[in-house]
């Protein structure tokens, strides 16, 4: 806890749960709110709560955060005994959550949603302490369609999403870091990179699929520069595969530092969650997206035709993923590089450099009233 002139802080509780596309969001947005100080002499004091899974483990504290990490699994989607397993640790999420809100004692509550969001979010409702819900996606997930009538206020990531939430509804975008606003237009030298990325725990069908249209590709039209993020599962097995098919390949379990990667990219091959695609619009760079079909709601596959409706994006939907589909896609979309200039601008003009900060503003004009 930190003291500021004798003001005691306004403490701030993020929650993100899971995966990158729900951590990475409310870190941007908790760096804001940290860069800003505090309001009326009061500094912030800003936690996250989040799952015990290591991706939240290694960056939410490496961020400057403190991390409260709880039991906590999803519903949706599953059955059998891993359901009924899932439901039994929903008391002991319960309990976990009570215990942090009572303790830290929150002016103010964010989260992106997820099935964390659900015991966090109502939980502080009905302690009435404001809560303001980030929705990324063109198409609200379950979670976050039941939390609409309790929150205090949502920003949205896309306008047609505002009608569920009403007038509490702020059109805002979806907040990344800064540095992804601050990657120069693609340099088009040879040769062209492809950066393929399946989301942060990586792809099993794309980590299958893209090494051998790309091998079909490079016999069909020349060399390439490949850097290929697969997940811990599959790292070795690509990595192995491109071996085989004596492709270079820079191979990456995860990557650190994927704005600047990014930077180095004129194609990315990637899923479609709501974190990628806008990390795309904000560094302009032209795509092809693979929608994910177990995503909830088929979220994905909305987000990725919102990209392709604007000129960023061709959409593969994953029953027609193929090799073949895959090298005809890059042939058309290599075979000039005007075409890949188009698509980079059609993203940056979805981008929304301010989200972070107009996210911030809603949680400050509750933390002024606290």
């Known amino acids: 806890m930190n003291e500021h002139d004798g003001f005691p802080p306004l403490r701030i509780l993020m929650v993100a749960g899971g995966t990158g596309g729900h951590i990475f969001p409310v870190l941007a947005v908790a760096d804001e709110l940290r860069g800003r100080g505090g309001v009326a002499g009061r500094p912030y004091d800003i936690e996250f709560v989040g799952t015990r899974r290591p991706l939240e483990a290694k960056l939410i504290p490496a961020a400057g955060f403190r991390l409260h990490a709880v039991d906590s699994a999803g519903l949706k989607g599953i059955g059998g005994l891993r359901w009924l397993r899932n439901f039994l640790v929903l008391p002991r999420t319960a309990i976990e959550v009570a215990f942090i809100l009572r303790e830290y004692r929150p002016c103010v509550v964010v989260s992106i949603g997820g099935y964390l969001a659900g015991p966090v979010m109502m939980e502080a409702a009905l302690r009435d302490i404001p809560t303001v819900l980030i929705e990324p996606?063109?198409?609200?997930?379950?979670?976050?369609?039941?939390?609409?009538?309790?929150?205090?206020?949502?920003?949205?990531?896309?306008?047609?999403?505002?009608?569920?939430?009403?007038?509490?509804?702020?059109?805002?975008?979806?907040?990344?870091?800064?540095?992804?606003?601050?990657?120069?237009?693609?340099?088009?030298?040879?040769p062209l990179t492809i950066l393929i990325?399946?989301?942060?725990?990586?792809?099993r069908a794309m980590n299958h699929v893209v090494p051998e249209g790309i091998s079909m590709r490079v016999r069909q039209l020349g060399k390439l520069r490949i850097i290929h993020q697969t997940g811990e599962r599959?790292?070795?097995?690509?990595?192995?595969?491109?071996?085989?098919?004596?492709?270079?390949?820079?191979?990456?379990?995860?990557?650190?530092?994927?704005?600047?990667?990014?930077?180095?990219?004129?194609?990315?091959?990637?899923?479609?969650?709501?974190?990628?695609?806008?990390?795309?619009?904000?560094?302009?760079?032209?795509?092809?997206?693979?929608?994910?079909?177990?995503?909830t709601d088929q979220h994905q596959l909305e987000?990725?035709?919102?990209?392709?409706?604007?000129?960023?994006?061709?959409?593969?939907?994953?029953?027609?993923?193929?090799?073949?589909?895959?090298?005809?896609?890059?042939?058309?979309l290599m075979a000039s590089t005007a075409t890949l200039d188009k698509m980079a601008a059609c993203a940056r003009g979805l981008a929304r450099p301010d989200a972070a900060a107009q996210i911030a503003d809603l949680v400050e004009g509750f933390a002024r009233r606290a």
């Open 197 to 203: 990325v399946g989301g942060s725990q990586g792809s």
């Open 303 to 332: 987000n990725a035709r919102a990209m392709e409706k604007a000129g960023a994006a061709r959409v593969i939907v994953q029953s027609e993923f193929t090799p073949e589909r895959l090298v005809a896609a890059l042939r058309d």
């Open 137 to 190: 996606n063109a198409q609200p997930g379950l979670t976050n369609r039941l939390l609409a009538p309790v929150v205090r206020a949502a920003a949205v990531g896309f306008a047609e999403t505002a009608d569920l939430y009403g007038a509490k509804a702020h059109v805002t975008g979806l907040p990344v870091r800064r540095a992804f606003f601050d990657i120069p237009p693609r340099t088009g030298s040879q």
């Open 234 to 295: 599959d790292y070795n097995e690509v990595r192995r595969d491109y071996q085989e098919r004596r492709i270079e390949a820079e191979v990456h379990a995860f990557i650190d530092d994927m704005a600047g990667v990014l930077a180095q990219a004129d194609l990315v091959i990637a899923r479609a969650g709501a974190t990628t695609v806008t990390e795309l619009a904000a560094a302009g760079r032209a795509s092809v997206l693979i929608p994910f079909p177990g995503a």
